[in-house]
Antibody, heavy 121, light 110 residues
Framework: QITLKESGPTLVKPTQTLTLTCTFS??????????VGWIRQPPGKALEWLVL???????RYSPSLKSRLTITKDTSKNQVVLTMTDMDPMDTGTYYC?????????????WGQGIPVTVSS | QTVVTQEPSLTVSPGGTVTLTCASS?????????PNWIQQKPGQTPRALIY???KKHSWTPARFSGSLLGGKAALTLSGVQPEDEADYYC??????????FGGGTKLTVL
């Protein structure tokens, strides 16, 4: 059974750096074709792809956010960490991590519950 | 910047059929874009429905189907149920680059 869960701060100040952790079970990031991605959703708005890391450490960033994002994986802990610098109130929203099965060309078949993040002073 | 466009909203009667589409600003959508469709009901976590254009997950109801139609990816719901009222997002993958979500279609069952 695949599960994912996001953790981290739910309130950050403008200009601060956000660090979120996705802890997962039921799969391994050592397995060929597997990946974990981060997606966000501002209140009342659409989903937005942020970044994805694959089993081979290949990383795919949203071009518009690439300069602010970093993704790392810790296969021993079954965790993926997202950092986003220079946070702005426009970055307020729910942040999700999700599983990718690239071997089957499946994006985001399993999702975490999401973590709401508010950017405010 | 690549833009993926969906109908902002659609309305369908219970038992009816509706098709949602997904277009790419770069040109015709093909199977190379690995179209995925995701459903999100109000207050809930998104749920994957379709991958690789037309393949269903084990939990996807039979009334949902995916296809390519006129240069776009399409999601068709046949025999719509009240519980299908939700936001639907398509996701296209651009080889070597990244994925882009569409703006979503709000489906009303009325």
């Amino acid at each position: 059974q695949i599960t994912l869960k996001e953790s981290g701060p739910t309130l950050v100040k403008p200009t601060q750096t956000l660090t979120l952790t996705c802890t997962f079970s039921g799969f391994s990031l050592r397995t060929n074709g597997v990946g974990v991605g981060w997606i966000r959703q501002p209140p009342g708005k659409a989903l937005e792809w942020l970044v994805l890391v694959y089993w081979d450490d290949d990383k795919r960033y949203s071009p518009s956010l690439k300069s602010r994002l970093t993704i790392t994986k810790d296969t021993s802990k079954n965790q993926v960490v997202l950092t986003m610098t220079d946070m702005d109130p426009m970055d307020t929203g729910t942040y999700y991590c999700a599983h990718v099965n690239w071997a089957s060309r499946i994006f985001f078949d399993y999702w975490g519950q999401g973590i709401p993040v508010t950017v405010s002073s | 910047q690549t833009v993926v466009t969906q109908e902002p909203s659609l309305t369908v009667s219970p038992g009816g059929t509706v098709t949602l589409t997904c277009a790419s600003s770069t040109g015709a959508v093909s199977s190379d874009h690995q179209p995925n469709w995701i459903q999100q009901k109000p207050g809930q976590t998104p749920r994957a429905l379709i991958y690789s254009t037309s393949k269903k997950h084990s939990w996807t109801p039979a009334r949902f189907s995916g296809s390519l139609l006129g240069g776009k990816a399409a999601l068709t719901l046949s025999g719509v149920q009240p519980e299908d009222e939700a936001d639907y997002y398509c996701l296209l993958y651009y080889p070597g680059v990244q994925g882009v979500f569409g703006g979503g279609t709000k489906l009303t069952v009325l």
